[in-house]
């Protein structure tokens, strides 16, 4: 039985058949570097299972905080168009949306009122994404980037002045 090490995943089977790892894609009984797995790597001009140095490992590191800056961000941007669209529907939304301008156009500031806390609210949503994007954004390691994000008790509150705009009420006020 022996320890194998797969050249190209770095699967680490303990206590393996070894006949079972013979057909080169397996080191046998290799020297595990004493460094996570995300930092080992197949030296192909000696076959053996290394470990990058210090100045590769940083760039892994930076790659890995940049993606993980992206994917945060992008959750932030899901949850808030979540709620929103949980809030009002996209058609409801439309609908809000067309009589909002035609409510300006005509200088009906009654049907405007009605609207227009909705707007702010979800004006108030898009600051606090904002906000945790750029907390995200100013963090340097993978940890601080999970750290980051919104300030939940603001995003709490956020939710619970969700204002009560609904289309029908709102074409009712705008025809008089």
């Known amino acids: 039985m022996s320890t194998v090490v797969n050249k190209h995943t770095f699967q680490v089977i303990r ?3 070894t006949a ?3 057909n080169g894609n ?3 009984n290799p020297v595990l570097p004493n460094e996570p797995q995300r930092y080992w790597k197949n030296n ?3 076959d053996t299972l290394e470990a990058f140095n210090s100045a590769e490992q940083d760039s892994i590191d930076q790659g ?3 993606q993980r800056k992206y994917a945060r961000k992008r959750e932030g941007e899901v949850e808030l168009n979540d709620h929103i669209e949980r809030a009002y529907w996209p058609h409801a939304q439309r609908q809000l949306m067309l009589l909002l301008i035609l409510a300006n156009d005509e200088g009906h500031a009654e049907t405007k009122g009605y609207i227009l806390p909705l707007v702010g609210w979800i004006a108030n949503g898009q600051k606090l994404m904002t906000e945790a994007q750029e907390r995200i954004e100013a963090a340097t ?3 601080d980037v999970e750290a980051a994000g919104y300030d939940y008790e603001a995003f709490a509150l ?3 002045t969700q204002p009560d705009v609904q289309p029908m009420i709102a074409q009712g006020i705008f025809n008089g």
């Open 158 to 160: 956020w939710h619970q």
């Open 64 to 66: 890995n905080t940049l």
């Open 20 to 22: 079972l790892y013979r």
């Open 15 to 17: 206590s393996a058949n």
């Open 44 to 46: 192909t001009e000696t």
């Open 141 to 143: 390691t993978e940890i």
């Open 26 to 28: 397996w080191w046998i």
